[in-house]
């Protein structure tokens, strides 16, 4: 890591307290498509510019600005234990040691399998792979499949990854398919999308009447976090379930961000309805990129080599991957961090809604376990059409001001905050008078 000189900071010269951010992110941009690896952290949202991080320990960011940051990102889920888990690191450390990739099986992968297998309910097998967006395309596959149908359904709002049966937007007037909502997914490929509204069974019970016997699956997070965090209400999942049933669809929870996260468990334990095919990402890689799917055996048994639906990955499985999954996973077992998480959240609504309701502005909050969404708007948050009500603007201004007191918050009012373990209340505090100087400037 290149140091930088601490008299950057001070650096009265410079209009600006982000000065060598600045300048790597244009130098990016000669290179790289808008300077960034994924869109959202090009802060296209909340303008400005991108800051760039050197490092990071335990709840904080540190940049190359040399300013730290309480991090609320936690790279997008993954981050629950914080930044550099000891435990977590010092595995990948010993597996270095060992080699990085040999494409054979390892014993590594069957322990991983097992441990997933032995948290999460509902479930036999696992196959592993290297992100969210492969574990929820391979689902797809896997379901279409198993059911011999072609069409599945999504909701609005809900992200299951980039791959192109998911880059979906609502069809236009009656039209019951959707339509591409990104150049270079053809229109063959959306028509087997179908898209229906978050916490609405009728608007489901609607696609699957105009649809007999063609939908192979439905797919939904069943706690949305990419419209913010959004609660499924009381009858939604169990009545999925039930539509499921009914019409034998195979019923796909996507818990990239809600696996391990609201409970060992999942959002399955959570709520207590069990999906057909599970799919997992962020937090089973402990920082580094890794995604699974996970189903009964009858189901899982229809993939490549025992089955017929082909999936496959030159690093999948890989073992300094599986050692940083595996030993997240264990930590997470032995502490069961799960409710201290939910406190900690908690008391951050709870103080952050006096501040928001001393300055007067519209606001609704949404949480559960270590996911929390503050929307500026008067309306209660269930869809994507009521998130898309919160008042952008001022959600960019608070964001800018949280930066400049040393709070890094998603550079968008579409994403959760995640709350890790590291989280203390020292951090909480830092957080409530940010929030307050922050509140005070909009
Ligand atoms: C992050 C996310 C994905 C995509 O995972 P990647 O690892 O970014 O490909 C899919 N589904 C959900 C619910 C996610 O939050």
């Known amino acids: 890591m290149q140091k930088q000189p601490k008299t950057w900071r001070h650096n009265t010269f410079t209009m600006s307290l982000y000065t060598r951010s600045s300048a790597l992110f244009l130098e990016a941009q000669k290179s790289i ?16 510019t991108p800051i760039f991080i050197q490092k990071a320990a335990g709840a904080y960011l540190y940049c190359e600005d040399q300013r730290s940051y309480i991090d609320y990102i936690n790279s997008w889920g993954p981050m629950i234990l914080g930044h550099n888990h000891p435990r977590v690191i010092e595995k990948i450390k010993s597996q270095l040691n060992r080699g990085t990739s040999f494409g054979t099986p390892t014993e590594l992968e069957t322990q991983m399998a097992e441990k997933i297998v032995s948290m999460v309910p509902g479930i036999d097998k696992v196959r592993m792979v290297n992100s969210g967006t492969e574990a929820c395309m391979s689902a797809i596959r896997l379901a279409r499949g198993y059911t011999e149908r072609e069409k599945i359904i999504k909701f609005e709002g809900c992200y299951h990854g980039h791959s192109d049966a998911f880059l979906i937007q609502a069809g236009s007037g009656a039209a019951t398919f959707g339509s591409p909502n990104s150049p270079g997914v053809t229109k063959g490929t959306a028509k087997d999308t179908l898209l229906a509204t978050y916490n609405d069974l009728e608007s489901v019970a609607r696609l699957i009447a105009q649809n007999p016997d063609q939908i192979a699956a439905i797919i939904l997070e069943p706690v ?44 399955q334990e959570k709520f207590g309805v069990l999906a057909d095919i599970v799919t997992f990402g962020k ?27 082909y999936q496959a990955g030159t690093l999948s499985g890989n073992p300094i991957a599986m050692s ?119």
């Open 33 to 48: 498509p808008g300077g960034v690896n994924s869109p959202v952290r090009a802060f296209k949202s909340v303008g400005g």
């Open 324 to 442: 940083a999954g595996l030993e997240t996973l264990t930590i997470l077992e032995e502490t069961k961090p799960f409710e201290a998480l939910e406190k900690t959240t908690e008391k951050l609504h709870q103080e952050i809604e006096i501040l928001l309701k001393e300055k007067g502005v519209p606001y609704s909050i949404n949480r559960l376990g270590s996911m929390f969404s503050v929307f500026f708007s008067s309306t209660k948050v269930v869809d994507f059409e009521t998130a898309k009500l919160a008042n952008n603007p001022m959600f960019s201004k608070f964001f800018h001001n949280m930066l400049e007191n040393g709070v890094y918050l998603p550079p968008s009012s579409f994403e959760t905050w995640f709350i890790s373990t590291e989280i203390k209340d020292l951090e909480l505090d830092k957080t409530l008078t940010a929030t307050q100087k922050a509140l005070s400037n909009l």
């Open 224 to 267: 949305a976090g990419n419209m913010g965090c959004v609660l499924p209400d009381d009858k939604f999942l169990p009545g999925l379930r039930q539509l499921c049933d009914k019409h034998k669809i195979l019923l796909i929870f996507d818990e990239v961000m809600t696996g391990f996260r609201l409970a060992l468990g999942g959002a």
């Open 283 to 309: 937090i089973i890689g402990g920082g580094l990129p890794v995604g699974a799917f996970a189903a009964r055996k009858e189901i899982m048994d229809f993939l490549s080599p025992l089955g017929p639906v």
